[in-house]
Structures are given as structure tokens and as C-alpha cells.
């Protein structure tokens, strides 16, 4: 049971952490630009596939720190050549552009990459155990993906609350016109978040695509799981996404490792009409809880859990 | 006259088409689009109508049609006489309850959270059919066999123009029972909703409640195609319910012109139409989808309805000739561009996913071409780069003919 515990919260925090990750620039994007960025998921699939492909032909360590600044890049051109058209059609044709883009990124990486899964693997740097603990073993490529993880929120958190650019981005959260007065160039801004955001999406797809599965179907499993996060922390806000993270990222994962179903609590004779929810272990219920949340918190407490604003 | 003219129109249309198009995949196609208009109009009661942009519209299309294909069995073990004819009114009340439901927690607030939460009950609702499996029938669905349903004036629905006649009759009633929602004070109050829910709060409406009302409509009629659906392919399985589905009709709604009755009626046919023509003629159809949606969201908002009454009314007036030169000088840059972007497409689609399995020949517009030779890429990227740089420069051209053309017609107006 201690093992248990101990094993999944370690694995909750990671993927929390790594939900974090992408939130992040996912919730920061909406707050400046006001724009839903559908095509979030969808970078941090292609940061997993530039990874791999650099790791073939050069190897992980360069993927590692050139395929996020590509991916950063493509974003930052998104935005430019793409956002900043439809940005005068307002908000909803901004979404729907992000989301037409998501669409044509999945078809793209289908067509270069084939619709099997490829083999990116963990570097043998980093292929050995960590520590063992209660007799079951933990591979170092999870602590390396943790501490690249809290390095990045590190950095992020450095980089908002002590740089100049940094109170320029928090500024224009609440006061973008006022910032615009000021004479800081909000387009540029909107660039520079936008390509950040999708960098830091980029990076956790390197980071997790030799750990999890880098097929085309990974932006469509955890895009929704995302909006998730930054409706139930509270749009905009950006402890509420770190909240929200690692709420999902542990409950999901202690889900997972649980087997209980009312079957087994209440006995084996199910109410008529109930048959199937009777036979339901709580592992088979972990990919529906985020949404069960989602509701409940919308239906609860609508501004999320650390929001102030309601749209 | 001018109201009931359109109406009588499509009535005809649809009672002429399998004498035109008389084959059995036409038929096929043709039923499909009848559902899918049906779906496509629903889908726009709420994004056109009330301003609501929603990513779980084919929950209740899929629940609508997953209770149809249950009542179908029941009434079958029962031995009821209850006709085909029947069942899309148990699936569109099964979307209306479900709408009900879904929609006290959804409709509470509009915008952004309305559509995360959209987003969150179809994910919700999908992810369940994997644990429901007794209701939607794990994997494989469910399915039915309609010859069993009893006849109804004679007619068995058992062939597919039966059935294409059965949806074509209930598309008909839906959609005029659609556009006459739109006529009533409470479809005026929706679109006053979209525009500026403050003002329809001073003047003692709840838009909370108005989008309530909405939303439960627009699930009725969702359920209503889920139904016909059930009908018609006798099976339904839960990728009838997922993002995929939800995603479909967005697009055609969208790609249709959200801003006119007739516009998803057009999304649902040019869509419908092009996903079963484009899937024979290239495997890279799905990338077309997105780029046609993403040119579609950036150059015409108003979907092929917005162009069409753009230049309808320029034609009524008699000021569409003054357009014809720039049109006529932008035409081949346009064609030049997609032309151009087709074969890269296909090019890099032959060189990338199917070289393995295929070869490098292939046919591209009715030529032999090598995807591994540097010809057909060199054409085709020249044809892109000509076409876009002469696009950049006709385009002032286009603009300024549309000036001339809206200050005349203003002038007339006045």
C-alpha cells in the first residue's frame, strides 16, 4: 500500500507536472491574446516528433534543445502570418483558425511520419535505474523528466517575476490597451508568448514523447485534458493551472492504479439497468474523471478554482 | 410568395433527385447529406443563431441515435406496429431530454466556457461509451435491421430509395420547422442573445434562460438526424458521439456560412459531397478539409452563403459587371495558387506516405509524373510562387472594384 502511495504520487506529480508544462503557455496565450489555442496539443505533438527526428540522425541531446526553439519558431510564425490576419474577425474566428490548424498538423505528421507510432526511445544516458524502493525499480529518465519539469517552472516563474519582459506579459494580462499606451509593442508581445507557449509545448513533447507514445493520435488524447486544466484552475490564472495540473495529473494516476468497483463494495447484484456500472473498476473510470471534474467545478464555482474571471 | 418560392423549390429538389441521380452510391450519398443537412442546421441554431460555439454537438446526433436503434429493437421484440417513419421523433426526444440535461449545466454561461464545457460533456459522454457497453455496445455498436419495423401506407422502407425518401421527408420538416423557429419572437430574442445578452437582460428576458431554450431545440433536432441516421445505416457506434463527429459538423456549418438559413444546407451537401468524392481520389483528403476551413475562417467568414449573397445583390442591382476585370485578372493567379498547392500536396503526400508502398509514378491533373524527379516539384513550386506573388498584387484591384461596387449600390440604396 506505502508502495503504492508513494510510486503513484511520484507519477502523478510528473504528469501533472508535465500537464503543467503546456498549460502554462496554453493559459497565458488565452489571458494576453484572449485566443483558445486549439493547436496547443498539436505543438507539443510536433516537439515530440522533431525531437525524435533529430535524435535519429544526430541524437536526443541535440533534440533536446533545438526541437523546442523550432517548434517555438513555427509558433511564433503562426501567430504572425496566421493569428494576427484573422485577429480583426474577433476571437471566435481566432479559435476556429487554431483549431483548422490542429486538424492540418495531425495530417501532416501523419504524412511524413506514417500513422504507426515510431520508435523514440529514451537515450542510453539516461536508460537506468534511479533508485529502488520497496523492492520495484524507478528509471532515472522519470527523475530527468521531473527536475526538467520544476526547471522549467524555475525559469518561468524567474522570468515573469523578475525580468523587464516579464512585467511587460504581466501587465498586459490584466491591461494590454494601457501596456499598448505605454508604447510597449503588444503585436510583438503577442508573438513573442505565442512562440514561447508553443516552445514550452514543444519541449515537454520531447521530453515525454520516449517515455509515453509519440503517435499523431497524442494531441488528440491529451488537448482536451488541457482545456481541462486551465478551465478548472481558472482561465487566466496561472497557480490555478499548477493547482489544477497536479490535481488531475495525481487523481488520474492513483485512479489508474485502483481496482475497486461497487461491485465489489455492495456485492455482485447489480440493480436492474445498472449492470454495467456495477462491473466499472475505478482504473477504467480514470479517463473520464478529468471531465466528471470539469463539470463539477463549472457547475460549483465557475470562475475555477483560482479565477477571478468568468470568460 | 418570396418565402414560400425557396421552400417549394427544395421540396422539388428533393422529391427530383433520384430521377436525375438515379444509381445506388448516388442514393447512398444523397441520404447521407439529407441527415447531415438535418444535423448541419441544427448545429447552426446555436453557433449562427445564438452565438454559441460548441465542440460536443454529435452527443446528442450519437444519443439521439443510440436510443433510436434501441427503440427500433424493442418495437421489433414487442412486435409493436410502430412504422420507420416514427422513429427520428423518439431520437430527436431522446436528444431534446439529453439537450435538457446537458444543457442546465452548460448554457450558464456563454463564450469561451461554453465551449470548454461543450467540449468537456462530449469528451465525457464518449469516454463513457467505452464503460456503458450494454447501451452502446462497445466497439462494434449496435445495430438493427429495419425490415422488421412494421409498413406504414404501404411502404416497407427496406430499399435505399424508400429510405432516401423517408429521410428526404423529414429533412424537409425539420429544416422548415427550423426556419420558422427563426421567424418567432423567441428565435429574434436567440440572435439578441448572441448580439448583446446585457441589453436582453434590461429588457426582462434571461438570456441564461433563452439559451436553455435554444440549446434544448437545437439537441431535439440533432437527435431528430441521429435518428435518421439509425435508419438509414442500421448500425450506430460510439465514434458517432466523438470529436470527430463534432468536428464534422462544425465544418460544414462553418465552410456553409453560418450567417445565412440556407448556409449550412450548403455545408452539409458540398461536404458531404467532397468527403466521399475526395477519399477515391487522393489519400491526403483530411489535409484538404483543414486547409479549406482554415481558408475559409481567414479569407471568407460569411462561408459560400456570405459570397453568394455578396454578389447576388450586386447582380440584382445590375453593378456586377463592374467586378468582371479584376475577377477576370485574379482568376488565373487564384488557379495558379491551387493548382500549384494541390501538387505539392499530392507530391509531397506521393514522396512521404506512399512511396513504399506505391512507387514514385504517378498521375497528377491527367499527366505521368515521377514524385522522385525534380520536374514536378520545380513546376509546382513555381506555380505557387507566381500565383501568390500576382494574387498580392491583383488584390488591390478586387478590393477597389468592390469599393466602386458598394458605394454605387449604396447610392441606389439611397
Not at chain 1, 489571458?31 to 541524437?59: C, D, K, P, Q
Not at chain 1, 514561447?196 to 507514445?213: F, Q, R
Not at chain 2, 493567379?333 to 505539392?344: F, R, S
Request: hydrophobic share 55%; glycine share 12%; charged share 10%.
Amino acid at each position: 500500500m506505502l508502495q503504492l502511495i508513494t510510486f503513484s504520487t511520484l507519477n502523478g506529480v510528473l504528469y501533472g507536472m508535465l500537464l503543467f508544462m503546456m498549460a502554462s503557455g496554453l493559459t497565458l496565450i488565452f489571458s494576453m491574446m484572449g485566443v483558445l489555442n486549439f493547436a496547443h496539443a498539436s505543438f507539443y505533438m510536433l516537439g515530440a516528433y522533431f525531437g525524435f527526428e533529430i535524435s535519429r540522425h544526430i541524437g536526443f541531446w541535440p533534440g533536446f534543445f533545438v526541437a523546442p526553439l523550432l517548434v517555438g519558431a513555427l509558433g511564433a510564425l503562426v501567430e504572425r502570418f496566421g493569428l494576427r490576419r484573422v485577429h480583426r474577425l474577433g476571437h471566435v474566428s481566432e479559435l476556429l483558425f487554431t483549431f483548422g490548424l490542429a486538424f492540418v498538423i495531425v495530417e501532416v505528421v501523419q504524412m511524413v511520419w506514417g500513422k504507426l507510432p515510431v520508435d523514440y526511445r529514451v537515450p542510453p544516458s539516461l536508460d537506468f535505474v534511479a533508485f529502488r524502493l520497496f523492492d520495484t525499480t524507478y528509471p532515472a529518465y522519470r527523475m530527468f523528466m521531473l527536475l526538467t519539469a520544476i526547471a522549467m517552472f524555475a525559469a518561468l516563474f524567474a522570468v515573469l517575476t523578475r525580468t523587464r519582459v516579464g512585467l511587460v506579459i504581466q501587465a498586459a494580462l490584466t491591461h494590454p490597451e494601457a501596456v499598448a499606451m505605454l508604447g510597449h509593442n503588444v503585436p510583438g508581445l503577442f508573438m513573442l508568448v505565442f512562440g514561447a507557449g508553443a516552445a514550452l509545448a514543444g519541449l515537454a513533447g520531447v521530453i515525454a514523447g520516449p517515455a509515453l507514445v509519440t503517435q499523431p493520435g497524442m494531441a488528440d488524447l491529451l488537448g482536451p485534458i488541457l482545456f481541462v486544466v486551465i478551465v478548472v484552475g481558472g482561465l487566466g490564472s496561472l497557480t490555478g493551472a499548477l493547482v489544477a495540473s497536479l490535481l488531475i495529473g495525481i487523481v488520474q494516476t492513483f485512479a489508474v492504479a485502483m481496482n475497486g468497483s461497487l461491485a465489489e463494495i455492495l456485492g455482485p447484484d447489480a440493480p436492474p439497468l445498472l449492470g454495467d456500472l456495477w462491473q466499472v473498476t475505478i482504473a477504467q473510470l480514470a479517463p473520464v474523471i478529468p471531465y466528471l471534474l470539469l463539470v463539477l467545478v463549472l457547475i460549483f464555482r465557475p470562475t475555477g478554482l483560482m479565477g477571478t474571471r468568468e470568460s | 410568395m418570396r418565402t414560400i418560392a425557396p421552400w417549394l423549390a427544395l421540396a422539388f429538389a428533393f422529391a427530383a433527385a433520384p430521377m436525375i441521380f438515379s444509381s445506388g452510391s448516388a442514393l447512398t450519398t444523397m441520404s447521407l447529406m439529407g441527415v447531415m443537412i438535418v444535423f448541419a442546421l441544427s448545429y447552426n441554431m446555436l453557433l449562427g443563431q445564438t452565438g454559441l460555439l460548441s465542440f460536443g454537438h454529435a452527443v446528442y446526433y450519437g444519443l439521439g441515435g443510440f436510443v433510436a436503434i434501441h427503440a427500433m429493437n424493442a418495437v421489433i421484440n414487442a412486435k409493436l406496429g410502430v412504422p420507420a417513419i416514427v422513429i427520428p421523433l423518439v431520437g430527436g426526444l431522446a436528444g431534446l431530454g439529453f439537450g435538457f440535461l446537458f444543457g442546465l449545466v452548460s448554457t450558464r454561461r456563454a463564450g469561451i466556457v461554453f465551449s470548454m464545457i461543450s467540449l468537456g460533456l462530449g469528451e465525457l459522454v464518449s469516454s463513457s461509451s467505452f464503460i456503458l457497453r450494454s447501451f452502446f455496445g462497445g466497439e462494434e455498436g449496435v445495430t438493427t435491421n429495419r425490415a422488421k419495423l412494421a409498413h406504414f401506407l404501404g411502404f416497407r422502407f427496406v430499399s435505399q430509395i424508400e429510405v432516401y425518401y423517408l429521410i428526404a421527408f423529414w429533412c424537409f420538416v425539420c429544416a422548415l420547422a427550423m426556419y420558422a423557429l427563426t421567424r418567432t419572437p423567441f428565435g429574434r430574442m436567440c440572435n439578441a442573445v448572441r448580439d448583446n445578452p446585457e441589453r436582453v437582460e434590461f429588457i426582462g428576458y434571461s438570456p441564461r434562460m433563452l439559451r436553455l431554450i435554444a440549446f434544448s431545440f437545437s439537441a431535439f433536432f440533432a437527435g431528430a438526424a441521429g435518428g435518421l441516421a439509425a435508419i438509414d445505416f442500421e448500425i450506430m457506434n460510439a465514434q458517432q458521439l466523438g470529436a470527430q463527429q463534432s468536428s464534422l459538423v462544425l465544418l460544414m456549418a462553418y465552410v456553409g456560412g453560418i450567417g445565412a438559413f440556407a448556409g449550412p444546407i450548403i455545408g452539409a451537401i458540398v461536404i458531404t459531397f467532397l468527403q466521399i468524392s475526395l477519399s477515391d481520389v487522393t489519400s491526403a483528403w483530411q489535409l484538404y478539409f483543414g486547409l479549406l476551413f482554415i481558408g475559409v475562417v481567414t479569407w471568407a467568414p460569411g462561408g459560400i452563403a456570405g459570397l453568394l449573397a455578396l454578389h447576388r445583390q450586386a447582380l440584382r442591382q445590375g453593378e456586377a459587371w463592374r467586378l468582371a476585370p479584376a475577377y477576370a485578372m485574379a482568376a488565373p493567379a487564384l488557379a495558379a495558387c491551387v493548382v500549384g498547392a494541390i501538387m505539392l500536396i499530392e507530391l509531397g503526400n506521393r514522396e512521404l506516405a506512399l512511396e513504399r508502398s506505391e512507387g514514385s509514378a504517378m498521375r497528377l491533373f491527367g499527366f505521368s509524373v515521377d514524385s522522385a524527379s525534380l520536374a514536378p516539384w520545380v513546376v509546382a513550386i513555381f506555380l505557387l510562387g507566381v500565383g501568390l506573388a500576382s494574387m498580392r498584387r491583383l488584390w488591390p484591384g478586387v478590393e477597389s472594384a468592390w469599393g466602386t461596387v458598394n458605394a454605387r449600390l449604396l447610392e441606389k440604396a439611397a
